[in-house]
Each structure stands twice: as structure tokens, then as C-alpha cells.
């Protein structure tokens, strides 16, 4: 699949604010190959959290409380993302809306990225019953590690993604277009 290059990216939330991110992850595909999984945790604003979020993906207040927060982190992940500046989620509505509300509340300038979303890509591919990233995976055989943690659901995302573009005959990210946007 060469020439196929993005960033697969999630974040776990802290509350059901999408600015409380509390981990990051991306898996990093050239020429459509996974070069590279990252995760961070970070420091949500003020370090509270809810019970049903800790209840989803385990992080709690004490494993974030000398981590750095968002700005830091969003500067490490700016690196990759000047590299290849389109990136690639799982319902793309929350993550995208998780940079744009915490680089809001930082007051950090927004980037030129183009985002696609693997979730409104299966459900134009696929006709299953749920579209879920770990029931794709399943149906797919597609390997992962410990859902609700950020690496891993966003490499879980890179090779679900890849399968969709295998799968719709791939030719260029026009093709994707209906199923993505602008940050």
C-alpha cells in the first residue's frame, strides 16, 4: 500500500468533557505499514475525574498526577503530524473533538490536518449489526491489546483502517473523502 500515510489517534476522557483528556495514543502507518505506537498519559485540568470514566479505561486522578498536560503532549504528537498531516479515528467526532476543545481551552492554535473517520467508513462498507472498534476487530481477526487504553485502540484503528481501504479498492484519499473533514 504504498503512499498510504496517516495517524491513527485516540484519547480517553477524564469526564464527559472532551477537553479532560487524560491519555493520548497514535499509531504512526507509512506506505501502509505501522511504524510506530505512542501512548501519554496526561494531566487532565484540575486532575478530576468521574466514576464512570475511571469505570471505562481504568486510569484514575494518582496515574496522571505528574503527567504533563495537554499543550506538552499536543506538541509531541504536532511533530508526527508535520510529517503526515492526516490523521485517522474511531468516530472521529469525539477525538477530533477532543483536540479542538482542549486546544480551545489551552488557547492553542489549530493545525491543517485532514481527519478520517474508520467508524463512518465500516458503516459504508460493511453491513454488520455494530460497528464497534473492538467487534470490527473481532470480525476481522485484527489483533489488539487492552481496549480503552489509547495506544492500543488507536493501532487497533490504524489496521482497521487499512482494511477498509483495502477493502473499498483503494486509489486515493478522494475516495475517503465522505467519510472525514478538516480539523
Not at 507509512?30 to 511504524?35: P, Q, Y
Not at 470480525?139 to 492500543?152: E, K, L, T, W
Request: charged share 25%; glycine share 8%.
Amino acid at each position: 500500500m504504498q503512499g498510504i500515510n496517516f495517524i491513527a489517534i485516540d484519547f480517553e476522557t477524564a469526564t464527559g468533557k472532551r477537553a479532560s483528556i487524560c491519555e493520548a495514543g497514535i499509531c504512526v502507518v507509512r506506505d501502509g505499514k505501522i511504524v510506530e505506537t505512542r501512548s501519554w498519559l496526561v494531566r487532565p485540568q484540575g486532575n478530576s475525574y468521574s466514576y464512570w470514566n475511571m469505570q471505562i479505561h481504568g486510569i484514575r486522578p494518582n496515574d496522571t498526577a505528574d503527567s504533563p498536560e495537554f499543550p506538552e503532549v499536543w506538541t509531541e504528537i504536532s511533530k508526527y503530524l508535520k510529517d503526515i498531516p492526516v490523521l485517522v479515528a474511531h468516530n472521529a467526532a469525539f477525538d477530533i473533538g477532543c483536540i479542538r476543545h482542549s486546544l480551545e481551552l489551552y488557547g492553542m492554535e489549530k493545525l491543517e490536518i485532514t481527519y478520517y473517520c474508520s467508524l463512518r467508513a465500516a458503516r459504508k462498507l460493511y453491513s454488520f449489526g455494530c460497528n464497534s472498534l473492538d467487534y470490527l476487530c473481532d470480525q476481522f481477526r485484527i489483533p489488539y491489546g487492552q481496549h480503552h487504553r489509547a495506544g492500543d485502540d488507536a493501532e487497533m484503528c490504524a489496521r482497521l483502517f487499512l482494511k477498509e481501504l483495502e477493502d473499498a479498492g483503494w486509489c486515493g484519499w478522494e475516495e475517503m473523502g465522505n467519510c472525514g473533514g478538516k480539523l
